[in-house]
């Protein structure tokens, strides 16, 4: 006899356990499964964030730019170290602890808001039955709900003639876990992963070779703050080339030979260690029975309408394994909303206002439309901007480089994008998504009193500079 819930989740990411939780909130009987094993051998809820994503990408970009600004950085503070060196193992093990005390906390919290949680792989059959292979080897559980919510994902995407193998040609999770700084480090796809965990190891001593497929850098990002990137970037070392396609990888002798193509031929370049971070994809295999009714679109993700619900009735998919874009927070407020749907509340995302922030320094943030976006559409609009070499705090803490642009609609003023390119953009993006989930307008901005000396004057002087009253700048 299969056990029976309000609300199954299937996953316990961002997307999954957020969902979970919300779920139980509102009173509904749920349950919560998720299949990862952490480095401890037990269940480590969080998903792919927790785990070999967000969070440990964090806490190695932090531990590295300690290192960095300590032989880089501190000379003009007039703070000087001898020698300064790095023990990877060390810094590995306060990553691992940080991504353990997460993990920990979120098996709390779903403990303590009564969601039974399952270690296993969970499977979708018709009627919304869904059989457990539990992550221990014993026997399999059968539940059932009213509700299921699908969260099973992303893994990075391969590429031909290019194999992972763990060590020597690795994703994510292996470039998390080197247990030394290789001298050389290949890169291929100079997007999110490769510029924040290629910054990781550039850092600590690695020289740092992206090979990108496109002939721009960082398309998402709105172009100003893309070629100011790559300039800052190329500064600090990272070799980023550009319209250069991987034909193959071959390790041989402890080395990864790379065979690529680019404007003068073909030519091979040979690394320690070799990250391929082209991209990730839906993670479906083993969730769907053949008569679950779920159907995947030509993508390979979880096909859902705008309220994320499958084609199956009462089977709602969320975060990376749906459309849009593969970030934690997209994730996790679609589970909120589905969770809120399910107990029959109003809910609704905007997707245009999700914010994207890439965790290089200085970071790049930003929300809603690129300049070239509006152009593309036909959209008028003015357009501000302010350079952090003109903002004192920023300049008080040597955070001079970069800038915030603002765009807005020509006519009714109100804010369509912000792109920042500077220390904290990661939090100063924040005032911007609120102005712009209300629809507010740069002059609201430009009225609102920001706190001195701060970096968020910068945000304050952009809007100030789009209606050409900019006090720090010319206009
Ligand atoms: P996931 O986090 O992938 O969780 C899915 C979970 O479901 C996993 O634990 C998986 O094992 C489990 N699962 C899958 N199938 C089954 C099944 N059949 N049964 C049981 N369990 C199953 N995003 C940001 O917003 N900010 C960042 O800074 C950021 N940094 C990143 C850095 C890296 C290196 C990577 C790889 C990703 C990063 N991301 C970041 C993206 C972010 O991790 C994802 O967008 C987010 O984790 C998606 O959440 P999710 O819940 O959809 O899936
Ligand atoms: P990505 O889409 O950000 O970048 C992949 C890059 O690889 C692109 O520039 C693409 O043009 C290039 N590429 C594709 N095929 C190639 C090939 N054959 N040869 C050379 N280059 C090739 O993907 P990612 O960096 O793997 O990250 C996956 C996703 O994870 C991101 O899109 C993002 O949604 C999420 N993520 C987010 C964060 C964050 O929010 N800070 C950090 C890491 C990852």
Redesign the pocket.
Known sequence: MAEKFDVIV???????YVAAIRAAQLGLKTAC????VGKDGKAA?????L????I???ALLDSSKHFHHLQHEYGSHGISVKEASIDVPAMIARKDSVVQKLTGGVAQLLKGNKVDFYH????LGAGRQVEVTPADGGDAVQLQADNVIL????V?IEIPNVSFDGEYIVD?VGA?DFDSVPGTLGVIGAG??GL??GSVWNRLGSQVILLEALPDFLVLADQDISKQAAREFKKQGLDIRLDTLVKSAEVKKKKVTVTLEDKDGESQLTFDRLLVSVG?KA?TD??LSEDSGVRLNEHGQIEVDEQSKTTASGVWA????VRGP??????SEE?MAVAELIAGKPAHIHFDTVPW?V?TDPEIAWVGKTEQELKDAGVKYRTGSFPFAANGRALASDHGVGLVKMLADEDTDEILGVHIFGANASELIAECVVAMEFQGTSEDLARIVHAHPTLSEAVHEAALHLDKRAIHRGN
């Not at 969320?318 to 394994?321: K, L, Q």
């Open positions: 299937i996953g316990g990411g961002p997307g999954g499964i998720d299949m990862h809820p969080g998903g792919t964030c785990n070999v994503g967000c440990p990408s964090k296993g792989k969970g499977n969260a099973p994902g992303s990075p994510n998390l999110v992963i924040e965990l990730r993670y083993g969730l969320i975060g990376d394994a593969m970030l934690a927070h997209k994730a589970g922030v965790y």
